[in-house]
């Protein structure tokens, strides 16, 4: 028992010493430890009757929390004292400006396919999209645009081989979208993507750019819910006093087909020279379905009518943002990026 005492005091002035909470974990170890002295005292207690045995066991018991006490108050010490170390030697000068933070934007051409997709979206119209590798069948024929057409000369293609082409245009998605809806109306879908044409590249020509097709197909439709959803999202994309108007055009796939102008920013269509003294800007081409598209497209002309329209997202971004340069888009100088960047 005295040996025990002794073992409590050497243990208590290690204890008091300890510099630094790993020492004072080697001294829990070598005193409480299952080969520490207090575990090897303990042997005696088969040799000892039952009230000797008793009184050791208390006296070990009593040992060992004594330590175990000194040890969790010394720990906390030496653990208030690191803390105060580590703050001392962390200061944090919190008038420091802050380190700049700069988040990556979505790309002008992103930001105006999302305004559009967002003004059609609320008018009911999903989503679809289409491969890039396209066949000259989805591509053309489908569109009314048998081999041979001349109307194929439209738009130089990049063939890949003698059926497949990069698509010159978004809408063979109007087919593929005919098809699985597998001659059921109503149809109300938009169609952003890249298109690629054989074009030299200048100020307003690009031999890859982006198209947003459209295409609705139900029963009773009529060039005026072409001419009201063209009118409604003139106004929503370019504001409220904006109007727009159809000139007669030629595209295969539809019949009749109209180019769609909108009153020039300018002079709201009295004429200027932005517009050329014309008073109203070309923004799309569109259409009322042709039969034979809608009969190659499993929907009975007889029953369903459509129209469909294609815009350019780069031409209307480039109308909103007076922006000069189609290749501006392309050659992702960050400092036009970041013209359009509405979070700085
Ligand atoms: N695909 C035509 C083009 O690239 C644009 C177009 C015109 C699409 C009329 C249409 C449409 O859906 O009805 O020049």
């Known amino acids: ?55 050791f066991g208390k006296l070990a018991n009593d040992t060992k929390n004594a330590i175990t006490e000194a040890l969790e ?4 010490v030496l653990q208030e004292e690191e ?13 420091l400006p802050s380190r700049k ?19 059609f979206l609320g008018m009911g119209y999903t989503i679809a999209e289409g491969p890039e590798v396209e066949s000259d069948y989805f591509n053309f024929e489908m569109l009314n645009l048998p081999k041979g057409h001349p109307a194929r000369d439209m738009q130089d293609s990049f063939y890949i081989t003698e059926e497949l082409l990069l698509r010159t245009h978004t809408s063979p998605v109007q087919a593929r979208t005919m098809l699985k809806y597998q001659g059921q109306g109503p149809v109300k879908i938009i169609c952003p993507g890249k298109v690629y044409r054989r074009d030299d590249d200048d100020a307003t020509h690009s031999h890859q750019f982006l198209q947003i097709e459209g295409l609705v197909i139900d ?8 001419k009201g959803t063209l009118a409604y999202f003139a106004k929503k994309m370019f504001g409220e006093e ?32 932005m517009c050329k003294h014309t008073g109203y800007i070309e923004i799309l081409g569109a259409g009322m379905v042709h039969p034979n598209v809608l009969r190659m497209g499993g929907f009975d002309p007889e029953k369903y009518q459509g129209f469909a329209f294609g815009m350019g997202p780069e031409r209307i971004a480039i109308l909103k943002y007076g922006i000069d340069d189609i290749r501006q888009f392309y050659t992702n100088d960050l400092r036009f990026n970041h013209q359009f960047n509405r979070m700085l």
């Open 101 to 119: 933070q700069t988040l990556g934007i979505a790309h002008l051409t992103q930001q105006v396919i999302m305004e559009i997709e967002d003004i």
């Open 73 to 76: 108050a010394k720990e906390r």
């Open 1 to 55: 028992m005295a040996e025990l005492h002794e073992i409590a005091k050497q243990a208590l002035t290690e204890i008091e010493n300890a510099k630094s909470l790993r020492e004072l974990n080697d001294v829990r170890i070598k005193y409480l430890g299952k080969k520490g002295p207090i575990q090897e005292a303990m042997k005696i207690m088969k040799d000892l009757d039952e009230e000797g045995r008793k009184a």
């Open 83 to 95: 803390l105060k170390r580590k703050l001392e030697a962390e200061k944090i000068d919190v008038t």
């Open 242 to 273: 904006r109007e727009i108007r159809f000139r007669p055009s030629f595209f295969p796939f539809t019949e009749p087909s109209v180019e769609v102008d909108v009153t020039c920013a300018k002079c709201l269509g009295k004429g200027c020279p």
């Open 219 to 226: 029963e009773k439709i009529t060039m005026s819910d072409l």
